[in-house]
């Protein structure tokens, strides 16, 4: 529901491709950061489990919640020499949970970003693919590749995709030698998530990004997108622009004086104190979900005892459509 409430549109493309039983691990590229794996929780049909990095863990009441939805913490070099060991009993914990044919989700990039680029894949989802073969080697794994793509990933009310690959099918047979299997595996998914998300190259990336903002084309469509860079601009589809941007804003300064109180948290005590912009959609979205409903719900209380049940009601529906209608038109 907060997702939906938050987004002014989420599309699944493909999603009959994730096979319904069986051991699946997905792999998507990283963009949004805790928006990314709630998307990949609700859209794909699958109870997922999550690798993490671990630096997210930081803080005890956090690290309840990323634990309470299915986040492994995953260790990286820059987290420290010593905890890199810690890795060991995540990677033996997940290659248990495929081997019961369940789902583990892993974002092989390594971090975040928002830049429209597909980075190099760490080689942590093959050392799981490893595990699972060496401990349980009558496991059939199927890898599905997911492509997210977002038009303002960090704006309030945006739209996205997210486009599931062909599932990649391995048994222990595929897997000869490890480094050649390694590279193999890295270079297949790379290819595939390339596909499945716009993928523009880091040389000239500000350069070929202007152009594709000037054309207006459709971020969500990442194949046309892709197709409009590899015809060097000449075959480029726009997007369809929304049809009343002046009734949208006002719409939207009618939510923020409705919601005030959450508002002024979020501008003066969340947001500025955000480092990464890639957390920028994750927080507001937080404060969306928790303290947007709780002011809601006691300034309807408040005009139910003070003042009256009709205007009570007035209020509450009239925050709902308010909503409605500035992040949905």
């Known amino acids: ?37 709630l998307l990949i929780a609700t859209k794909s049909g699958r109870f997922s489990y999550f690798l993490t990095r671990a630096s997210v863990f930081q803080n005890g ?24 060991s810690k890795n060991n009993a995540i990677f033996s914990k997940s290659a248990k949970l495929l081997s019961q044919d369940r789902a583990v ?15 190099p894949l760490s080689k942590g989802f093959t050392r799981v693919i490893f595990e699972v073969f060496e401990r ?45 299997s390694r590279i193999n595996l890295k270079a297949q998914v790379h290819q595939q998530i390339c596909q499945l998300t716009s993928h523009i190259e880091t040389e000239n990336y500000d350069t070929t990004l202007k152009k594709l903002k000037d054309l207006k084309v459709d971020f969500l469509k990442p194949e046309a997108v892709n197709s409009c860079m590899a015809s060097n601009f ?6 369809r622009l929304d049809g009343f941007p002046n009734l949208k804003r006002f719409f939207k300064f009618c939510l923020i004086l409705a919601l005030l ?25 937080a404060v969306a979900i928790s303290i947007v409903p ?30 409605l209608l500035t992040i949905k038109l």
């Open 1 to 37: 529901m907060g997702l939906f409430f938050y987004f002014k549109n989420i599309k699944a493309v493909n999603v009959e491709r994730v096979p319904k039983t069986g051991a699946v691990l997905f792999l998507a590229n990283h963009q949004n950061a805790l928006l990314d794996a």
């Open 136 to 180: 349980y080697p009558k496991t059939h794994l199927q890898l599905v590749p997911v492509g997210f793509n977002y038009l303002q990933a960090e704006k309030f009310g945006d739209c996205v995709s997210l486009n599931f690959g062909d599932p990649i099918h391995l048994t222990i047979n595929a897997i000869t030698d490890k480094n050649e």
């Open 294 to 323: 709780i002011y809601i719900l006691i300034l309807t209380v408040c005009l139910l005892v003070i003042i009256s049940l009709k205007l009570a009601l007035l209020y509450l529906f009239g925050v709902l459509i308010l909503t």
């Open 234 to 239: 000449e075959n480029c589809e726009p997007r």
């Open 261 to 285: 109180v959450p508002y002024l948290i979020w501008k003066w005590g969340v947001q500025p104190k955000i480092q990464e912009i890639e957390f920028v959609s994750t927080f507001r979205f």
């Open 105 to 119: 989700a892993i974002f092989p990039e390594g971090s975040h970003n928002l830049n429209r680029t597909v980075r």
């Open 61 to 84: 009441f956090i690290t309840k919640i990323l634990k309470s939805l299915l986040m492994l913490p995953v260790y990286r070099l820059r987290d420290g020499w010593n905890n890199l």
